[in-house]
């Protein structure tokens, strides 16, 4: 067994169905700096996709992926279909970062990557409390950070965060 299938902290062990319908292993996004968001249509908070999309194309360059997960747990704020979502991201925001396809992040149908989330410990671990709660994900595969809804995507301590983990490479 390797590190990764025994260590609770990592989380690029997981393998996501896209919002495309394609399987993609998150072993891909070892080395480079990973954030996971819980994303929905209808928020108060979907202002944040362009936040996201721009912190995106900022930092991807330098080894940075925002990795966006539609959920519809809070709220039924994201109703729609896989392909009413992308179109949706497409259209508002000009979203180009990687969508999955939408699931569960919270209750009895929790998808795996996030059930793992929500397992780490204090104060990253914790299940969710809305949508666009963001993961920060170091190169090595483990979680460095959590940022709640209420902190946007290009607060100075979400860049700081970022910053620090791509470090000068």
């Known amino acids: 067994m390797s590190t990764a299938d025994t260590d609770k902290t990592y989380v690029l062990n997981h393998e ?8 993609q292993s998150l072993e ?4 480079r ?6 994303v929905a249509s209808k928020c108060g908070y979907t202002k944040q996709y362009e936040q ?3 912190i995106y194309r900022e930092y991807k360059d330098r080894g940075f992926v925002v990795i966006g997960f539609p959920a519809n747990d809070f709220g039924a704020q994201e109703p729609g279909t896989n392909e009413e979502i992308a179109e949706f991201c497409s259209s508002t925001f000009d979203v180009t970062f990687p969508m ?6 919270k209750g ?9 989330l929500a397992e780490q410990a ?4 914790g299940e969710l409390g809305w949508n666009f709660t963001k993961f920060l994900v170091a190169k090595d595969g483990r979680v460095s950070d959590r ?3 209420k902190i946007s995507p290009d607060d100075p301590a979400v860049i700081a965060a970022i910053e620090e983990l791509l470090g000068s490479d």
């Open 16 to 23: 996501i169905e896209m919002i495309d319908g394609e399987t």
């Open 28 to 31: 891909q996004y070892k080395g």
């Open 33 to 38: 700096v990973v954030m996971f968001v819980n």
């Open 52 to 54: 996201l999309e721009a």
């Open 100 to 105: 999955a396809a939408k699931i569960h992040v």
């Open 108 to 116: 009895d149908e929790v998808a795996p990557l996030y059930k793992q």
């Open 122 to 125: 204090p104060p990253i671990g």
């Open 147 to 149: 940022f709640d809804t």
